[in-house]
């Protein structure tokens, strides 16, 4: 009763301010350090941008454009602040400690502006996604809002526990255009995921134009599960893609699988195939029934071709080749195949890249196996990782995103289990695989194979909300990812923002969504 007898200003100016307050302690991924300092900074139609230094421009131009939209502000992207100035928002490349490495931040929000120091442009990025999440939900508007743009008034310190968080998207089972696979892409970054891992081509579709091999993407590409017309990106696509996640400081890592799930190439050229026959296409959903044929030079000129050219087109360092599941073969050709493979992508200057069978032919330390079993046991993963090879985690029964969320979900399979939003929080990607230390795990990834996924509004429902889970574990340190009771109240806060972003995102009951 004694609040009635505050002022209706200060009433508003109290609550606003613990509404704000909590927003400092919803962030997902979760920071290393936050403290709740004074009072907070308004972004107004006074506020601009400053970039110290041009290699911020960038970032200062992403902040910008974001933030127009539903500010309605000019927010003009300036140089310095000029003395005296009123407060704005400062990227800036020095004065970060040495600690948050390439991808940390440190920011801080006062009355007179918002801060984000970093020792890279990746960094500043990371702080700008926080950022994001400390305004409120109307921040995400894709049109003009009236709200109260109030920055909490805190200091962050913050970097990931693990260099590698990534994220796998199947485009052959079905396709999806350069536009969803952009949005895919923002997704990763505002939970700060760094890798996309693009699964090009399987036995139902080859989604990649090889200037060399035409018909992969003629006839390989023409259709996909189901019997839908399919399709591929043009060399030119792929690059745009690969620039617009650039510009989000994320890594294209492309997928040709082989010599299994080839069953879309072995339809387009009969010389790829043992018999001198073409296979008919295919869009069932089977697996482990296709392979190149291993006894066929013509099998390593083709490999080798395809390589070279995704090799060009693909900035980052790395070349997955697949390796699962090729079954019509013996141990004895998979792992000859595989090695020679292995070289290939070794030839054109990449870091090979396999699901973790790829371990077969006992390759060097170089070489990176994505562990992806359901359970936590697989020999000869903690072997390679005593040898000196890194992993890349991704537990089908944790990460497998494809998997149904419960016996109802329409969409999604379920043969490594039903994967509840807890079940995707609930393992530690540093201790998860029996036998193998955290520093052997580059970090987490989580796959999204589309058998069943048709749309962009399908993939966002089996991304939302355990893709963000995931992106936690990935980033936050892990003496604060191990409290699910905590994890899930902070968790639903983002359901305001995924609803003005119109997200399709699953209302597990799980999560208490206001
Ligand atoms: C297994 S996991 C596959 C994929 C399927 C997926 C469906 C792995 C390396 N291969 O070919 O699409 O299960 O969940």
């Not at 050219?309 to 019509?328: F, M, R």
């Amino acid at each position: 009763i004694g609040t009635l007898s505050f002022g209706i200003g200060s009433a508003a100016a109290q609550g606003s301010e613990s509404s704000d307050t909590r927003r400092v302690e919803n962030i997902v991924p979760v920071p290393v350090e936050t403290e709740v300092t004074g009072a907070g900074y308004e972004i107004t139609d006074e506020t601009a941008i400053y970039v110290g230094d041009t290699s911020a421009t960038g970032v200062g131009k992403y902040l910008a454009d974001f933030l127009r939209t539903p500010t309605g502000y000019e927010l003009p992207i300036v140089e310095q602040p000029p003395r005296g100035a009123a407060g704005g928002i400062s990227l800036r490349l020095t004065g970060a400690s040495d600690e948050v490495g390439e991808e940390g931040y440190r920011l801080q929000v006062n009355p007179s502006g918002v801060t984000i120091r970093a020792n890279a442009p990746a960094g500043l990025f990371a702080g700008v996604q926080t950022l994001r999440q400390l305004l409120p939900p109307a921040v995400e508007a894709d049109s003009a809002r009236a709200a109260d743009w109030t920055v909490p008034g805190v200091q962050i310190r913050d970097y990931p526990r693990f260099a590698h968080r990534g994220a796998h998207l199947d485009v052959a089972r079905h396709f999806f255009e350069v536009d969803d696979v952009k949005q895919y892409i923002d997704y990763l970054a505002q939970y700060k995921a760094n890798h996309l891992h693009l699964h090009l081509t399987d036995d139902q579709g080859w989604r990649i134009e090889i200037e060399s091999w035409p018909k992969l993407t003629e006839i390989g590409g023409s259709t996909e599960v189901g019997g839908g017309e399919g399709g591929f990106y043009t060399q030119d696509e792929y690059r745009e893609i690969v620039e617009y996640a650039q510009e989000r400081f994320v890594t294209v890592v492309p997928e040709v699988d082989m010599p299994g799930h080839t069953n879309a190439a072995l339809a387009s050229y009969a010389e790829l195939n043992c018999d001198g026959e073409r296979e008919d296409l295919y869009t069932g959903t089977q697996v482990g029934f296709s392979s190149l044929c291993i006894d066929k030079e013509i099998t390593y000129e083709f490999v080798d071709d395809v390589i070279r050219e995704v090799a060009e087109l693909t900035p980052g360092p790395y070349i997955h080749i697949g390796g699962d599941e090729a079954h019509v073969i013996t141990d004895e050709e998979y792992n000859y195949f595989m090695e020679r493979a292995i070289d290939i992508v070794r030839d054109h200057g990449k870091r090979p890249l396999g699901w973790h069978q790829i371990l077969g032919p006992d390759p060097d330390a170089d070489v990176i196996p994505q562990y992806w079993y359901p359970g936590n046991e697989a020999p000869e993963v903690a072997e390679a990782a005593q040898k000196g090879n890194e992993i890349i985690a991704s537990p089908a029964s944790h990460a497998y995103l494809d998997m149904k969320y419960h016996e109802d979900t329409e969409l999604g399979l379920d043969w490594a289990g039903l994967t509840s939003v807890k079940e995707a929080y609930d393992w530690d990607p540093g201790t998860f695989i029996e036998g193998v230390d955290e520093s052997s795990i580059m970090g987490p990834e989580t796959a999204l194979w589309s058998e069943t996924l048709e749309t962009l509004d399908d993939i966002e429902f089996m991304l939302f909300p355990r893709f963000p889970a995931i992106a936690e574990l990935g980033w936050s340190p892990d003496t604060k990812t191990d409290d699910w009771e905590s994890f899930r109240e902070r968790l639903a806060t983002q359901g305001p923002r995924w609803d003005i972003q119109d997200i399709n995102y699953y209302e597990s009951s799980q999560l208490p969504w206001a």
